[in-house]
């Protein structure tokens, strides 16, 4: 009986691996912990971001020099906090894998107070340690104006 019942469940193409709805739920842990990120940096919240990003975080913006996770979050947090800036994402995908996840998208930034950005392309890997998506890796590159 179980083998026609596992029959029939992979001939409707079922999944027997992982619930699609666990798959699911990391795809908006991803999203969240995305989102909790633009929120740290916005605040330039220091403390967030250390806790956000794996101890071997690394980022890379367009071609210029890789930096390490100290590196980001004091860039990040040089200088006064903006109160008017925003940041949306758009054209976000996740995939999951595992203890492993990538975020893609569009980062446009909005301040009342700045001259506009040109959007930015983002590629984001996480691993999950300790029950927990942190960042292991950024990318961004600046988005050509028409394209």
């Not at 029959?7 to 969240?32: F, H, M, N, R, Y």
């Not at 330039?44 to 956000?52: E, K, P």
């Not at 893609?104 to 691993?127: C, E, M, N, Q, W």
Request: aromatic residues 4%; negative net charge; charged residues 25%.
């Amino acid at each position: 009986m179980k083998s026609q019942l596992l029959g029939l469940a992979l001939a409707a193409g079922l999944s027997i691996c992982a619930p699609a709805s666990a798959e699911g739920d990391a795809k908006q842990e991803v999203i969240d912990r995305t989102n909790q990120c633009i929120a740290a940096e916005n605040k330039h919240d220091a403390a967030a971001l250390r806790d956000i990003l794996d101890d071997n975080f690394i980022t890379t913006y367009a071609a210029g020099k890789p930096g390490n996770k100290e590196s980001f979050i004091k860039g990040i947090t040089r200088g006064e906090v903006d109160p008017t800036q925003t940041q949306d994402l758009t054209d976000t995908s996740v995939i999951v894998d595992g203890d492993t996840a990538i975020i893609v998208g569009t980062d446009t930034f909005h301040s009342a107070t700045k001259p506009p950005v040109a959007p930015l392309r983002f590629t984001i890997t996480y691993v999950k340690r300790q029950g927990r998506w942190r960042a292991l890796a950024e990318h961004i590159v600046s988005i050509p104006p028409n394209r």
